[in-house]
């Protein structure tokens, strides 16, 4: 009987250092790669009067850029207006609701990746009444 338990306790403690040794190593998670690229705004709604801002009644080119190394570039007509490291997280909103969240470090909130295909990124400010932007990719990615 002895021996039973003594094999049970060993298999045991094989589990749990296996489970240590293959467990989060630390490393930072990759970014999508569909959202590696640059960006160029298009249009904002939003707000509490629901107001939409287009890129072609402004006199500016807004772009954003997110690079493999987790590197967020905001330009405004080709000045960096902001850059800073960012990540993607899978988490709660608006209740029970799971969503793809943007997080740049520094930023003031978090945007919520409404979609993301090869050609067009929707982002939506985390907050209530806030705005949702629409950016074309500029190609070549």
């Known amino acids: 009987m002895k021996r039973i338990e003594?094999?049970?306790?060993?298999?045991?403690a094989s589990c749990l250092i296996l489970s240590i040794q293959c467990g989060d190593k630390g490393t930072e998670p990759k970014p999508p790669s569909g959202l590696v690229g640059t960006w160029q705004?298009?249009?904002?709604?939003?707000?509490?009067?629901?107001?939409?801002y287009y890129a072609d009644s402004v006199d500016y080119t807004r772009l954003i850029t997110f690079r493999a190394d987790s590197t967020y570039i905001e330009t405004i007509d080709n000045a960096t207006v902001f850059s800073g490291r960012f990540s993607v997280v899978r988490k709660e909103?608006?209740?029970?609701?799971?969503a793809n969240v943007l997080v740049i470090e520094g930023y003031n909130f978090e945007l919520i990746i409404d979609s993301l295909t090869i050609t067009t990124l929707v982002l939506t400010d985390?907050?209530?009444?806030c705005f949702v932007g629409t950016y074309y990719r500029l190609f070549p990615i």
């Open 41 to 52: 705004w298009v249009v904002s709604c939003g707000g509490f009067a629901y107001q939409c």
């Open 126 to 129: 985390h907050c209530y009444d």
């Open 6 to 12: 003594f094999l049970i306790a060993l298999a045991l």
């Open 93 to 98: 909103i608006w209740g029970s609701d799971t």
